[in-house]
């Protein structure tokens, strides 16, 4: 991973190491973000662990997604967006201005909460991000591609239709191609803002198998509002209300026995 | 939510319906069997019917709630704890109807002084007592209450571990008690399990109010 020009990848390169032996992926202190005069994110501090998935759970409105689109910066575009605080993801701020932001997308990929192929083949959906990196070698993308979809738990329903457009596929697979997609790109954070929210239950199934098996070496972190699918796959668990942190914990404690009223009035679905 | 906070209520009715009934059974078979009162000990046999139907309906509720709300925290732990007093009910019912079985099958009244000298009555009345406890704990949510029966549970047990020895003194001094001392000395063992079993529940309400594991750990207090 480069996130900073150059020179500096070197002093990175360190960093990653000594944060990986304390067990923290991302580094989040004092983060608030306004958009305009509202404060969406009230200064909040956490830290997510590597190889793990990590569930933002919450009302609608209180921040979380504003939150989960700090680490790959995809609020920067929005009118009114400030932020303040510290992220630092393997140890680098990611909000220096010495950052690329293209290459922080590399190792931070995303997926949405409605499946948004290109309108293109299969093939060059999962390529598309490897040729922008500069990847022409017809073996080596046929490889990655191929690598890909099977790390999404696709390559066998495409296999024998790589040309076919992406757009044909259901809505189950279109949102798997996404996330061989970004796979393929090779990041080491997933970010998912409610990546099964569209889709029947068998294709949740599928991707919640997936995302099971993609912790192993991926950081992964979803934003639901399914908390029976947070305390499904997560390993830990946000409470966001209004812009702050409530509780942060292991899931299985945090839906077993939640330390702060409010989370458990949450959870069990008497909160309002 | 309105309909799940019901269904969790009339799983809570339920639940305290079946703690009344199955105290009045072990309290009108005791009562049975210090009298001599067979329709009182018929009438036991006859209600553990309904011990069972009720049993079944709490023990499918629970399974209804679980599958339908998917409850967490406090109301996973409600419904663990009402499936489990639920167990916990119907084996007392069934000591009830076992007492009573006894009464119906031999008329025979039991000689006082064996009633005595095994400290029934004591046991009888701690039996209540701790029925007490556990009602109010189960009713008002009170985990002070529940805590109450550790301790009281040991008057129980003390007097089943020095019964045998008193029964062998007395078979001794008079074999023609045997049978009745017999009878007595395995209801005074039904006696020491119902105290266990008010024991278990007194677990799963503390369990339900604090989240908190306490069987298996010596210190109840």
Known sequence: MELVAEKNTKNFTMNKESEQESKTKISIKNARVWYGDFEAVKGISMDIKPNSVTAFIGPSGCGKSTFLRLFNRMNDYIDGFRMEGKIKIDGTNIYNKKIHVEELRKEVGMVFQKPNPFPKSIYENVAYGLKIQGISDKKVLDSRVEKALRQADLWEEVKDDLKKSALALSGGQQQRLCIARTLAVEPSIILMDEPTSALDPISTAKIENLIFGLKEKYTIIIVTHNMQQASRISDYTAFFYIGELVEYSKTKTLFTKPEKKRTENYITGRFG | ?221
């Open chain 2, 1 to 221: 939510m309105e309909n799940a906070n019901h269904q969790k209520e009339l799983l809570n009715q339920a639940g305290l319906e079946m703690m009344s009934l199955c105290i009045s059974q072990l309290e009108k078979a005791t009562e049975a069997y210090l009298n001599n009162d067979v329709d009182l000990a018929e009438e036991v046999i006859y209600t553990e019917a309904h011990v069972n139907a009720l049993d079944i309906y709490i023990e499918k509720n629970c399974e209804r709630y679980m599958a339908l709300y998917t409850p967490v925290a406090t109301d996973l732990r409600f419904v663990i704890a009402i499936l489990k007093i639920n167990i916990d009910l119907e084996r007392i019912g069934d000591h009830a109807y076992g007492i009573s079985k006894y009464v119906v099958e031999d008329e025979t009244k039991t000689p006082e002084h064996l009633i005595k000298v095994l400290q029934f009555e004591k046991m009888h009345a701690t039996i209540r007592d701790m029925f007490e406890d556990i009602m109010d704990a189960f009713e008002n949510e009170n985990v002070k209450s529940a805590r109450k029966v550790f301790k009281k549970d040991k008057i129980l047990d003390a007097i089943n571990s020095e019964a045998f020895s008193v029964i062998e003194a007395e078979i001794k001094k008079d074999t023609g008690i045997i049978g009745k001392a017999l009878q007595l000395s395995s209801i005074i063992k039904k006696y020491e399990r119902v105290g266990d079993l008010i024991k278990n529940i007194a677990e799963e309400i503390i369990f339900y109010k604090k989240a908190e594991l306490i069987k298996h750990k010596g210190n109840k207090k």
